[in-house]
Structure formats: structure tokens, C-alpha cells
């Protein structure tokens, strides 16, 4: 997407240099800054320290990663070692597994001497299949945002509500959750998007950073506020992104999207949720039972990072000194609470039916 006319991915190979670059996100919305992606160790700190984040983009990282560990020693033992050490990165998105996982199936079967050009290879195809994967699902999630604006008097915007930042940072291009938005943006229909701030760690100003520079109308609100917004009508479809959808359609997604789903089934609110198939997982069904939550550190929880009235970019205590924090970073959404999944393939029921109807290859394959 387009940052003051100069179109960016999140992250990009750079061919003169040879060498991956990303936007470093933890400094967003506040400064932008590209950095290299050059050891494994910065594969491993880009990842756990949110660098890069989001599940579509931590999977392509994590190919560039496997790439580099081709390059500088293509071996079987050291394939392994580079899988279990990004592996261990994240534990909740799903990519990052689903990405290791194919580039050790392709690689393995190939002679030593030519992991290293097909490893970067397929990182270039994993991150081109995510900009087109999640071009479709705008497209998908744009005939749903249609049907709801068809049904208001002309001008009047399409309300959607969105948590955490689902957007073309947190993927390679377009993002999941926003990409309708985009689409139906770019198509003329008048939206209007709440952005949840997602405390702790605030995505939500990256949903609000990259929505302004699509000139998408927006508004800030804190993360209690969007029952209020559904009780008084003013939200018409919330959309989020998940970082691991299980085959029967339970959602994980950042912290707190559960409390939203929850608000928008009391209030009759359609809830969304936007996904390229990578994010599925075939091999768990209860979401709540056996996705891994990630614990972050609680000082996420008890300092909030921002740019001070000096501008100078910095982190301030919002606890008294000791007060104990705990910081689980997602949480499971049942599927009973999802109105219908947003894939490259279409739209279906948050369902065991609905799922392996769009996706019978990858349910068979996972059976
Ligand atoms: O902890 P993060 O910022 O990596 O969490 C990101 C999310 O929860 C996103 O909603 C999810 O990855 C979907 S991204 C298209």
C-alpha cells in the first residue's frame, strides 16, 4: 500500500544489498524506519521483539530466515536447527510454522548445492501468494461491505469496526481485515472505521497510521468502547484478522477480539473475520482447549510506549512501582460467535462444513 504516494510492502528483498529489509514496527506510527534483516539472531529479535508482527508477515520473515540459513550452510542438520530456532520465535500464529513447514518440504528433496537460490525463491513466492491471497479477500469481504451499503440511504457510511492491526503491515501487502476496506474504499462506498487502540501494545494506531495514509475515514476509540458503539447502532459489521484459525472455525486473534464478538452477537452485529487458508489450522478443532496463548511480558501491560509532548519517542509507567502485570497477547473467539469467515476463496460459515467446503484439498490432505 501507498505511504505519501510510494507504494511499500512491509518488508522487501534488497537485490544490490542482498539482504532482507523491514519496517521496524515498533517504532510506528511515531517514525518510520527500514532496517536490515541480516543474521539469524536479527530473524529471531525482528520476530519476538514485534519488528515484524502480525501472522501472514511473521510466516514470509520466517522464510527469508530459512533462506538465509540455507545460504550459510545448506545442510539437512542445519535446515533443522533453523526451523526449531525461528519456530520457537512466537507461539501462537500459525504461519510461522505453516511457513517453515513448506520450506523444509521443498528443500529437503533438493542436493545441497541448490537449497540455497530455491530457499530464497520461495521466500519471493510465499510473500507474492500473501499480496494476492489477501487481494482476494478484499475482494471476498468487499461484496459483503456492498450488500450492507445497498441497504442505506445513499452518502451514508458503511460503519465497521476493526481490533488490533490486521492490516497490510501486518502481511506482506493489502492485509486481511482492512484489505475490504481498501477495496471498497478504492470502489467509492463511504466507510467509516472504528480502531480499536488494542492495549497493550496499542496496534490499533497502526490500523489508524496505515487507514489515514489510504485517506480511509477513521476514528480512535479505546478497547471498552465498541459495546457501547454496537448498543447504539453505530457499528454496521465488525472485521478482524486471526493469527490461528482452527479446522471447526474458532478464532484466535489479538486480545480482547473475543469480548467484541461477544458484543456484537448481544447487539446483532455481523462479526467478520478475514484469513488467507496459511492461517487455518487442520490439526486442532477447540480452539479455547489447545491453542497456545502467548504471555508477553508484563511490562507491556504497565508502560505504554508514545512520542511525549517533546517528541521524542518514549515509554511511561502507568502502575504503581511493583504492581503486578500479566499479559496474555490473544484470545480464542468460539466459533458459534462468528458470522462467516473472509478467505481468498470466499466467504463461508465458521464451520467444520464451512471451511472444508471452500478448502476440501487441505481438510482431506489434513485428515
Ligand atoms: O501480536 P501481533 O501484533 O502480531 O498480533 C497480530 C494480530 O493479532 C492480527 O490481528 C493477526 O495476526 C491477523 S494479521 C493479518
Not at 524506519?33 to 541480516?38: D, F
Not at 500473501?130 to 478484499?138: H, S
Not at 447504539?232 to 474458532?250: A, E, K, N, P, W
Amino acid at each position: 500500500m501507498k505511504i505519501d504516494g510510494t507504494h511499500y510492502r512491509s518488508l522487501w528483498w534488497n537485490s544490490d544489498k542482498d539482504v532482507l529489509e523491514i519496517i521496524d514496527q515498533r517504532w510506528l506510527p511515531h517514525d518510520f524506519r527500514v532496517i536490515p534483516v541480516a543474521t539469524m539472531q536479527d530473524f529471531a529479535n525482528a520476530i519476538t521483539q514485534m519488528r515484524v508482527r502480525g501472522a501472514p508477515l511473521i510466516g514470509a520473515t520466517a522464510a527469508y530466515g530459512m533462506a538465509l540459513a540455507m545460504a550459510e550452510d545448506a545442510s539437512d542438520a542445519n535446515m533443522d536447527a533453523a526451523w526449531t530456532f525461528l519456530e520457537k520465535t512466537r507461539p501462537t500464529a500459525i504461519n510461522l510454522r505453516w511457513a517453515l513447514d513448506r520450506c523444509r518440504a521443498v528443500l529437503r528433496p533438493l542436493p545441497q548445492a541448490d537449497r540455497s537460490a530455491a530457499a530464497l525463491a520461495l521466500a519471493h513466492e510465499i510473500s507474492d501468494e500473501d499480496v494476492e491471497i489477501n487481494r482476494r479477500i478484499g475482494e471476498n469481504g468487499l461484496a459483503l461491505i456492498r450488500e450492507i451499503a445497498a441497504k442505506k440511504p445513499a452518502g451514508d457510511a458503511v460503519r465497521l469496526l476493526t481490533h488490533c492491526n490486521a492490516g497490510w503491515l501486518a502481511t506482506v501487502d493489502w492485509g486481511t481485515a482492512t484489505s475490504p476496506m481498501y477495496h471498497a474504499h478504492d470502489a467509492g462506498i463511504p466507510l467509516h472505521v472504528w480502531v480499536d487502540e488494542t492495549r497493550p501494545r496499542n496496534q490499533g494506531a497502526l490500523t489508524a497510521w496505515e487507514l489515514g495514509k489510504h485517506g480511509v475515514q477513521h476514528t480512535y476509540i479505546t478497547d471498552n468502547a465498541g459495546g457501547h458503539l454496537m448498543q447504539h447502532g453505530m457499528v454496521d459489521m465488525v472485521i478482524t484478522g486471526t493469527d490461528r484459525t482452527t479446522r471447526q472455525g474458532d478464532v484466535c486473534n489479538k486480545i480482547g477480539t473475543y469480548l467484541k464478538a461477544l458484543a456484537a452477537r448481544d447487539n446483532g452485529v455481523p462479526f467478520y473475520v478475514a484469513l488467507p487458508s496459511p492461517t487455518i489450522d487442520w490439526t486442532v478443532r477447540d480452539g479455547v482447549a489447545e491453542i497456545p496463548i502467548e504471555e508477553r511480558d508484563a511490562q507491556e501491560v504497565t508502560h505504554v510506549l508514545g512520542v511525549t509532548e517533546s517528541c521524542e519517542i518514549g515509554s511511561v509507567q502507568v502502575t504503581p512501582n511493583g504492581t503486578v502485570g500479566s499479559n496474555p497477547a490473544f484470545d480464542v473467539t468460539p466459533h458459534r460467535l462468528v458470522t462467516g469467515l473472509i478467505t481468498e476463496r470466499g466467504v463461508c460459515d465458521a464451520s467444520e462444513a464451512g471451511l472444508a467446503s471452500l478448502f476440501p484439498d487441505f481438510a482431506k490432505a489434513a485428515e
